[in-house]
């Protein structure tokens, strides 16, 4: 039996607005893993990598286990309002950390700064827009333009860390990351 018209409309909302704490999970996590990465090769934080008997454990191994989580959750529980949205919240965690390293996903063993991360980043990230942002930019609330703040603010200390840690990184760690792209190359 068909779904009445209202209910599927219910629904249609619905996964525009869970679509939207996914990609805002997802860009905020971004920008934090690639901060975090810039300032401690800039020796302006402690390095507080996990290592496993000697081998670096890369965040995209958290957003895998994390994905699992919440897929099982999502699946098994099938969330509904507040547990939902921190489910689609916690799923954008999960894609973010995953994808930020999808460069490795291919070339195993590359490392962190290839190209095909940041492009995968860009086209998840709209994929997650345009699901979040379908209907009309016409119907945005109070609580739309505080969480668009949050992300302009988010991507301005993001530009911030960039940039900071960018003039000390050339000059220190210039070589160095050259060094591990020439070696990681076939």
């Known amino acids: 039996m068909p779904e009445p018209a209202e209910h599927r409309s219910v629904l249609h909302l619905n996964v525009h607005k869970l679509a939207r704490f996914a990609l805002f999970g997802f860009i905020l996590t971004f920008i934090a893993a690639r901060a975090f990465v810039f300032m401690i090769m800039a020796g302006t934080i402690h390095n507080f990598y996990f290592f496993l008997q000697g081998t670096h454990v890369h965040h995209l191994n958290y957003g895998i286990f994390l994905l699992a989580v919440v897929g099982g959750y999502g699946v098994f529980r099938r969330p509904v309002g507040r547990p939902a949205e921190v489910t689609a919240l ?76 960018g003039l000390r990184l050339g000059d220190v760690y210039g070589p160095r990351l050259h060094e591990l792209e020439v070696s990681s190359s076939p």
Do not use: K, N, P
């Not at 954008?92 to 492009?119: I, K, N």
């Not at 942002?133 to 960039?162: D, P, Q, T």
């Open 90 to 165: 916690l799923y954008g965690v999960a894609m973010a950390l995953t994808f930020d390293e999808f460069g490795m996903w291919l070339h195993l063993g590359g490392s962190y700064w290839q190209r095909a991360s940041v492009d995968m980043v860009i086209i998840v990230a709209a994929v997650f827009a345009l699901c979040a942002y379908m209907r009309s930019i016409e119907h945005f609330e109070a609580r739309h333009r505080r969480a668009g703040v949050i992300l302009l603010l988010a991507l301005a200390g993001f530009g911030w860390v960039v940039y900071a840690a």
